[in-house]
């Protein structure tokens, strides 16, 4: 791609697939500001697998695409050869009842597998930032998750399968449709949170689950969020099993979400109310629509483009520390700063400068995150900025540190991606 | 293998950690599969993953191949030493470096057995998770090799569910910490490689596993049915109703048998037993049980015993976990098959198995996690009988194309090791074994780490991409790192 022009690019491409499986970029397909020199919309894997042997063969830059909900993400290779876009590709979900498990075609939006699986009573328990649009290829790559991790995980922890191109045009599959399988290596696993450096995930096997009869969420808000973090302890060491146990900001307010069977549910919300009591903290349940309309808002901030998202991982007996460190950094630097999420993960999100008027200077964005990551490093965890504010993401490093396997990593990228086509340098790690 | 090379290893390793005469060595030759044998140049018993550092450097140096190993307890050839390389025993790095309650990890060194843990750390209510019949024994290091597995996994995952970091050394001798203590640490997940990789990758030092608080309540359901097919319709059943038991596992008649032989857990006389464990909050279930109990009923179950303490529950359980040992007690010897199917595939490759027995005239028993579809036939056979133990073997690699036919696998927990490569190439395109062989390769170029497991031939690693290059794209300015 350092050879030939971008022009060139989209002339081979059309000429080798025409239209509409190659097409112009328009100003939907621009990645902070640039636009591919060709957009590739394969309808088959064969098609796509050719595309990416074409791709690698003349050295063109590629950017696989889901829905592309996030992908204006810290940093993108100034010039972009192509996107590839998984969504145009055909495929059916197959859904095996009996086994709890199905597969899916990379470019299928969660929500619709979700739609066809509901038929049977059963679910992918996933739900990320975006849910609506985002893809399995895309959660895939970016390992996403939402506040039902608490207890069903990310999607490396549901994938018992999957199939993917190569950057030289072969097409390969590991695990397989069994959820218990030790047979080679676990590539599946492996492409969780690749973020497309490594190859293009084709489709995906996962183990399901059946949906829970009956919910309740327990609201409990507190004037700060310190009660808050020693209560999210207290449940992790309590018999209680909720389904997500989520920190919002202003106002601070941890939903507990309960998801069984109707007698258990209201069971758990009980004794969640009386742990809440013990901890000073107010309380109350909603369940029906009241809680729905709780979790779509929670949801609806969670995915919001505004300003600058920190992924802050610590222990979780550290989270409170980490609420109260981000709290003076945010005043240190002028900067308007919430934080929400997997309070009793460790994992939470910090959302730094939102809104039009409080965008932050580039210095005073970068100071705070080198102060929220050299504080969760010392913690042995760490922070990666999930999203930026497109006019100053030039000035941040997504990942920090990767530590001392970083050599391994790129090892691995070279072994899978010679000519550093996928994703080059926007891979974990700056890969 | 050579004197000089052996002095060098004798003195990177503590007193008394060096082993090359031919009598200690005999017990390394082999794991649990014992008509596997090799005989290792030497075995080092490091005590510090320094130690471990240093021999693997001498070895990445000498160019000599090793092969990690923990308890032995291995039944797929895992840990089968290449003829005159060095053995890494790991038994003696055998602490547990850090317990963390509250946040409920605990830091071990690979040579701590798995039951060690749960024992560790139920004072406080807690367990470790996955839970391999062999637990007494084997080690967290082999666990993670193998990504064992056990009973309650159908619920709760596999060990690679449940390790969240580890340190290793490379094969090149670079020590390395993947993942940690805290989630969702930045870069490629490599530990998703490594669990499962069956020593091929990395030898591992130290490992941070999560842990889980013990349920509110269990209960487990004993029922006896009038045929397999019956129990396995029941199985379904509770699954189509959305329930997830903590545990479903399966018996047959020959099986019983043995268990009931060997260690008395009082098994009804029936033709199969199920044993079905609910674990979670009280109110859940005990409505789960409801439902439970109503299906196994519709299926016409002949008996239902219910245990709903500890000790009524571990003989219950005792019954289960002797089933592989206690084969001993109906036939001289014995074949254990490790194979999966998609649960709703086991009525089809149960009775081929059943066909399969009827002209074998080799006894076959079946045990299984039968909640994921894990099979364990037991083929009998008399190796006083020439020829009896090859026709064992034959039947038993019958039983794996069944497996893989109805879309499963060939190994669920056991691995591939020695014992299972040749059949890969059944499960797995030249493309996919080539995938596969890409991540062997960004690990191990040179081939020293546990060689000729898990790939079907040896393979070398062609050009080696090396330590990392400035890329023609960075050079141009088309792209850049940080
Ligand atoms: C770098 C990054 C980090 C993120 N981290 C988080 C997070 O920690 N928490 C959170 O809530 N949300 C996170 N997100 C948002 C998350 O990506 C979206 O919620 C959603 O999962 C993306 O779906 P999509 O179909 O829109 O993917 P896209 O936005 O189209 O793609 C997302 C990434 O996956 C790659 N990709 C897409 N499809 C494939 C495929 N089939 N094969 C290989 N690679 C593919 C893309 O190249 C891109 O790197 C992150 C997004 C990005 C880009
Ligand atoms: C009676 C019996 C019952 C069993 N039941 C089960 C069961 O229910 N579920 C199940 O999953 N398995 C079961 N197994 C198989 C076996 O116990 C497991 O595979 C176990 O994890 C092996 O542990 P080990 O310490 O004995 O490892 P070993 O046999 O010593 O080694 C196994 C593999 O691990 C590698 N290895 C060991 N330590 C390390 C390390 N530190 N770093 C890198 N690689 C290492 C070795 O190279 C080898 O490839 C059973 C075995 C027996 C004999």
Redesign the interface.
Known sequence: MASSSLDTIAQAAHARWGTPASRAAGPADAILDQLPAVVLEPTTVPMLADMLRWANADKVAVVPRGAGTKLTWGRTPPRIGAVLATTRIDGSIDHCAGDLTATVPAGARLEEVNAALAREGQWLPLDPRLADRATIGGIVATNDSGPRRQKHGTPRDLIIGAEMALVDGRTAKAGGRVVKNVAGYDLARLLCGSFGALAIITRATFKLAPRPPASRTIVASAPQARPLADLALALLSSPLTPAAIELQSRPDRLLLRFETTEAAANQQAAAAEALCGAHGVDASMVSGDAEAAVWREHQADLSSADGTLVRVAVLPAQVGDVLGHAERVAAQHALECRVAGRIALGVVYARIGAGEHTRPSPESLRAAIDALRQNAWARGGSAVVVSVDPAIGHVVDPWGDVGDALPLMRALKARFDPNGILNAGHGPGNI | MDQRFLDELGAVVAPGGLLTDAADLFTYESDALVHLRATPGAVVLPVSADEVQAVVRLCHRAGVPFVARGHGTGLSGGALPVEDGVVIGLSRLNRILDV??????VTVEPGVTNLEITRRVSPFGCYYAPDPSSQIVCSIGGNIA??S?GAH??KY??T??HVLGVEAV?PNG?????G???????????L??I???EGTLAVVTKATLRIL????AVLTLLAGFESIDLAGEAV?AI??R???PAAVEMMDRLTIQAAEAAVQPRFPDANAVLIVELD?????V???FAVVESVCRAQGATSMEIARDQAHRERIWRGRKAAFAAMGRVSPNYYVQDG?????KLPEVLRRIRDLEARSGLRIGNVF?AG???LHPLICYDASVPGQAEHAEKVASEILLYCIEA??????????GAD?KAY?PK???T??????H??????DPAGLCNPGK?FPTPRLCGEV?G??RQ????????????
């Open positions: 963390d309650i509250p946040n409920l990890r193998e990504n597995g996994c159908l995952g596999f690679v569910h490379l670079d020590n390395v910490h993947i940690g203590a805290a989630l969702d640490l930045p870069g490629l997940d490599l998703s490689v669990v499962g990789s608080r013990r349920p509110e379904s699954i189509g959305g329930i997830v979670g909050p009280q109110a859940e005990d409505e789960q999966v199917v998609p649960r709703t996690h994921d579809g894990n879309g499963g696998s060939l190994t669920g927990e056991h691995g591939v299972k890969m499960m797995f395109s493309d996919d074994l080539d995938a596969m890409l991540v062997r390769c960004a690990f898990v991409p330590p990392y890329h023609p794209l960075e050079r141009a300015g088309v792209v850049e790192r940080f």
